[in-house]
């Protein structure tokens, strides 16, 4: 079965990097988009960054400049590179993948989460 497996998260100083990985793996027809959204405690989950199949991006605001969304269509995974972390960004980052199963049966598949950690 279809599922999206996590790696990367961890613990970082403020300026420092992480680059977390996502994959999708299972019968899939096609992949709209995938992406990154992240929930702390007391908050909603919101959207980090996401990519389409074609390649087009968007990010929240607080991380442009910052972070780097990129895919590899035929590994169906998609990266996020995370320089110059602030403590702010400490979060759960939850993988998100959306397409089409069949021609006509949409999916819509979340991840585990991984923490991410940022401090001194």
């Known amino acids: 079965q279809a599922q999206l497996v996590e790696s990367g998260g961890g613990s970082a100083q403020p300026g420092g990097s992480l680059r977390l990985t996502c994959t999708l793996s299972?019968?899939?027809?096609?992949?709209?988009?995938m992406g990154w959204y992240r929930q702390a405690p007391g908050n909603q989950r919101d959207l980090v960054a996401r990519?389409?199949?074609?390649?087009?991006?968007n990010y929240t605001d607080s991380v442009k400049g910052r972070f780097t969304i990129s895919r590899d269509n035929a590994k169906n995974t998609v990266y996020l590179q995370m320089n110059s972390l602030k403590p702010e960004d400490t979060a759960v980052y939850i993988c998100?993948?959306?397409?089409?199963?069949?021609?006509?049966?949409?999916?819509?598949?979340w991840g585990r989460g991984t923490q991410v950690t940022v401090s001194s």
């Open positions: 998100h993948a959306d397409g089409l199963i069949l021609e006509a049966s949409p999916f819509d598949y």
């Open positions: 299972g019968s899939i027809f096609s992949v709209h988009a």
């Open positions: 990519i389409t199949s074609s390649g087009s991006t």
